[in-house]
């Protein structure tokens, strides 16, 4: 496909959802607090390896809730609301961490990544209610390429302001960036419909079929294909984070250095620039499952090739398959659980996916990390049978539907026809 073919592809994108892209890029630039707090727990703040572990873990426990409850929060109150007062809350709180004692710190850290769970899933909702079907796994593909951006350059930059200034100018900055996207959104976004709620059907003024709990389970039993997918990325993502836990320490155990790592990491994030967006457009046409299967396979795929060994050509070779499954089932499955939401409950849909997409999150590197001291031989191939297992579920749940009558293109929740129209 040609360089008009690729920029055809993305056509039906509202020029709002560029300019969303646009900020989350420059969020991502700034996020450092991810990458470096372990660092700043057991340096500056003089928490032990086991204590700094614990607060990480309670801080992964809060971005997993928020990804689960922003979606809620917007289906309710509006998403372009939820995600400007999370944004803001988020900033405030990120500044104020340096100034914090340890121990009111501890307790602080969780609230900063629960509000960065409820922008991710908020951001997600706002995205699918303004892109017309059809032309949401390109709008997914923008925004992940602009994000994966940001965070090929954070790191690096992030390095340099803690080595020659401070690690509480990392907080400051990224409290800075986070309250940016929020004054960017409101700029952006536009308010009118900021208040009009997703209709709610009038059989369920109770929530029943619009914000109860129950309902959305309702909802979730009529697509048992759905279900299938949600539980495949909830086995997968754990597989994916060994990436960030124990494969680091698996290089280091066979004598590659932190720098080997980073230029895999580093590998990795090229890779999804260079592909992500072609990617979308090429197969934007293909029947989501299918593509979604097959990019879990190859991350079972990925971590099977660590069995030939420890070499940095097995590494580079395990980063390029993972990257490209990365890039298959990431942005496909959310634009799926987009198009397959009910109308009153997009929001909630985006948060079920978004909470299940990071839950390795907090059980990926403390399972992995006890199988590989107890049984390091075992993990990858273990790694591998689980990702391509989940990859097999959903290429059955594909067969499954495979004769079903497809489903006509629904235009941007609630804007009609005009997809540049956001509720907020």
């Known amino acids: 496909m040609g360089d008009t073919g690729v920029l055809q592809g993305f056509k039906d994108i509202p020029r709002v959802v560029w300019l969303l892209a646009a900020g989350v890029f420059v969020n991502a630039v700034v996020s450092f607090t991810f990458v470096f707090v372990f660092l700043y727990l057991t340096g500056p703040r003089g928490l032990s390896a086991a204590e700094a572990g614990l607060v990480s873990g309670i801080a992964g426990i809060g971005l997993v809730v928020g990804n689960f409850t922003g979606g809620w929060y917007g289906d309710r109150f509006g ?10 809350l988020g900033g405030l709180a990120l500044m104020a961490l340096p100034l914090l004692p340890t121990p009111l710190l501890c307790a602080a850290l969780p609230v900063a990544e629960y509000t960065a769970g409820v922008i991710r899933a908020a951001n997600s909702a706002l995205i699918a209610v303004t892109v017309p079907e059809g032309a949401r796994r390109q709008a997914f593909a923008v925004v992940r390429c602009a994000s994966n951006g940001g965070f090929t350059l954070g790191p690096p930059l992030g390095a340099l302001v803690a080595t020659g200034f401070s690690y509480d100018w990392l907080f400051v900055g990224d409290g800075i960036g986070t309250l940016f996207f929020a004054f960017w959104t409101a700029r952006v976004v536009p308010a009118r419909g900021a208040t009009r709620k997703t209709a709610v059907p009038a059989a369920a003024p109770d929530g029943g079929q619009g914000r109860g709990g129950h309902g959305v389970w309702r909802e979730l ?7 299938v997918l949600l539980g495949a990325i909830l086995v997968a993502d754990v597989v994916y984070r060994q990436q960030y836990s124990t494969f680091p320490v698996f290089l280091a155990d ?16 090229g890779v999804i620039l260079l592909l992500e967006l072609p990617a979308a457009v090429a197969l934007r046409k293909r029947p989501a499952l299918a593509v979604v299967g097959t990019g879990l396979v190859l991350v079972g795929a990925a971590y099977g090739a660590l069995l030939l060994g420890a070499g940095i050509a097995t590494a580079v070779v395990m980063m390029v398959l993972l990257s490209l499954g990365e890039i298959l089932y990431k942005t496909t499955a959310t634009a799926y659980v987009a198009d397959e939401a009910p109308e009153h409950a997009i929001g909630r849909f985006q948060s079920l996916y978004a909470g299940v997409s990071v839950s390795g999150v907090v059980l990926g590197p403390s399972l992995g990390g006890a199988l590989y001291s107890a049984a390091p031989g075992l993990l990858w191939p273990l790694c591998a049978v689980l990702a391509a297992g989940a990859g097999g579920a959903v290429l059955w749940a594909h067969a499954r539907q495979g004769r079903r009558a497809p489903r006509p293109a629904r235009p941007a929740h609630e804007t009609g026809s005009q997809p540049k129209a956001v509720a907020g």
């Open 221 to 227: 039993r009529a697509r048992p294909a759905l279900l």
């Open 79 to 88: 998403h372009r609301r939820v995600l400007l007062a999370a944004a803001t």
């Open 254 to 269: 066979h004598g590659l250095d932190a720098r080997a790592f980073g230029l895999v990491i580093a590998l990795n994030g």
